[in-house]
C-alpha cells in the first residue's frame, strides 16, 4: 500500500509566532547584521539622514523648487553641520597645541616628583625605574603596531563612509518614489495602507529621536558644566558645551575635547588633582549619558521602553560598534512600528512597548 503523501499546512497569516521562532529570528538578523556590517552601516546612516530631511525636501518642493535643488540644500545643510563640528575639534587640537610646551614641562616635573616619591617611600631606585620603563617600551613594540593598524583602518573606514554616505543619501531621498513602489509591490494590496502608515510613522518616529538627541547633548552639556564649576576650572560651560557637542564623534570627540581644560586646570593650579578631577567629571557623565540619560531621553519620545533601549545600544555597540550604539536605536523603532500592525508580533510588540506611556495615554 504506498503511503498517502502530507498535505503541508498553510501557515495562518494572523498566528502568533513563539518565543524560539522570535529569538531564532533575531539570532539570524544579528549574523546578517554583523557580517554585513561594511554595506549596511553607511546605507543605515543614509537612511537616517533620508528620513530626517526628507520632511525638509518635500516643504522646499512644494514652494516651486525642483527636487534635484531641493535635496542638493539639504545635504549641503547636513555637510555645513558636521563641517562645524569639525572645525571645533580642530580648534580644539589647536588651542591644545598652542598649550603643549607648558604642558610638556609641567609633565616632566610631575614624572619627577613621582620618581622621587617612589624612591623615597618604597625605596625603588632610579635604575629598578629606568629598567621597568625600557621593559614596557619593549613589550608595547608589538602592541603599538596592531594599535596603529587599526587606527589606520578605523581612519580609512571614516573616510569611506564619509564619501559614501551622503551619495546613499541622495539617491535614497531622488529615488524615494520608485523604493515605495517597490514595498507596495512586494506586499499584497491590502498592506498598502499599513506600509504607508509605517513609513509615515517611521519618518516620524527618526525626528522624535533627533529631538531625543538634542535633549541628551543639552544635559550633558549642562552635567559638564557643573561639574568642571563645582572643581573650579576656567570656563566651564564654554568647555562643558564644547564637550556636549563633540561627543556626536564617538570615542575621539570625547578625549579631544578634554585635553584642553586638563591643561588649563594644570596650569592655572599647579596640581595634578584638577586634571585628574576633570577626567572623573567627564568620565562619570558620559557613563551616565550612555546608560541613564540615552536610553531614557530617547525611549520616552519612541514610546520603547528603557530596559529594551538600553540591551540594544549594548547590542549595537557589540556588533556595529559605536555607529551601533546610534543607529540601533531608530532601527528598533521601525521593528516596533511593524510589530504594533502585525498580529503575529503582538508578543515582540509587548515586549518593545513602554506600558507606562500606554497607562497614560488611556
Not at 220 to 248: D, K, M, Q, R
Amino acid at each position: 500500500m504506498m503511503p498517502i503523501p502530507k498535505i503541508p499546512v498553510p501557515i495562518h497569516p494572523n498566528r502568533r509566532f513563539s518565543v524560539i521562532e522570535i529569538l531564532q529570528f533575531m539570532v539570524l538578523v544579528c549574523v546578517l547584521l554583523y557580517f554585513g556590517k561594511t554595506l549596511l552601516i553607511p546605507l543605515s546612516f543614509a537612511m537616517l539622514i533620508s528620513f530626517i530631511l526628507y520632511p525638509v525636501c518635500q516643504w522646499m518642493e512644494k514652494k516651486g523648487i525642483s527636487k534635484v535643488i531641493a535635496i542638493f540644500i539639504s545635504i549641503f545643510g547636513v555637510m555645513l553641520f558636521f563641517a562645524a563640528v569639525i572645525y571645533l575639534l580642530f580648534t580644539q587640537i589647536v588651542a591644545f597645541s598652542n598649550e603643549w610646551q607648558i604642558f610638556k614641562v609641567k609633565l616632566l616635573e610631575t614624572v619627577n616628583q613621582l620618581s622621587a616619591l617612589l624612591a623615597e617611600q618604597f625605596d625603588i631606585s632610579d635604575e629598578k625605574q629606568m629598567n621597568f620603563l625600557k621593559n614596557l617600551v619593549n613589550n608595547s613594540g608589538t602592541q603599538a603596531i596592531s594599535l596603529l593598524k587599526i587606527t589606520l583602518y578605523s581612519i580609512s573606514e571614516s573616510l569611506f563612509y564619509l564619501l559614501i554616505i551622503p551619495v546613499y543619501s541622495v539617491l535614497i531621498l531622488y529615488y524615494r518614489q520608485l523604493l515605495v513602489n517597490v514595498l507596495y509591490h512586494v506586499f499584497p494590496l491590502e498592506k498598502k495602507e499599513s506600509i504607508r502608515e509605517i513609513l509615515v510613522e517611521t519618518i516620524h518616529a527618526y525626528y522624535n529621536f533627533i529631538k531625543g538627541m538634542l535633549v541628551v547633548y543639552l544635559i550633558v552639556g549642562l552635567l559638564n558644566s557643573i561639574g568642571l564649576y563645582l572643581i573650579g576650572v576656567p570656563h566651564p560651560f564654554l568647555f562643558g558645551f564644547i564637550a556636549s557637542i563633540l561627543t556626536f564623534i564617538p570615542y575621539v570627540g570625547i578625549i579631544i575635547s578634554s585635553l584642553l581644560p586638563i591643561t588649563i586646570s594644570w596650569i592655572t593650579f599647579n596640581s595634578i588633582w584638577y586634571p585628574i578631577g576633570v577626567i572623573l567629571v567627564f568620565s562619570f557623565v558620559q557613563v551616565l549619558e550612555a546608560y541613564v540619560i540615552f536610553p531614557f531621553a530617547v525611549g520616552s519620545r519612541l514610546k520603547i521602553n528603557t530596559l529594551i533601549i538600553l540591551l540594544v545600544v549594548i547590542l549595537g555597540g557589540i556588533l556595529w560598534g559605536a555607529a551601533g550604539m546610534i543607529l540601533f536605536i531608530p532601527l528598533i523603532s521601525i521593528v516596533k512600528l511593524i510589530a504594533d500592525r502585525t498580529k503575529g508580533l503582538k508578543t515582540l510588540s509587548i515586549l518593545l512597548g513602554d506600558f507606562n506611556h500606554k497607562e497614560s495615554g488611556n
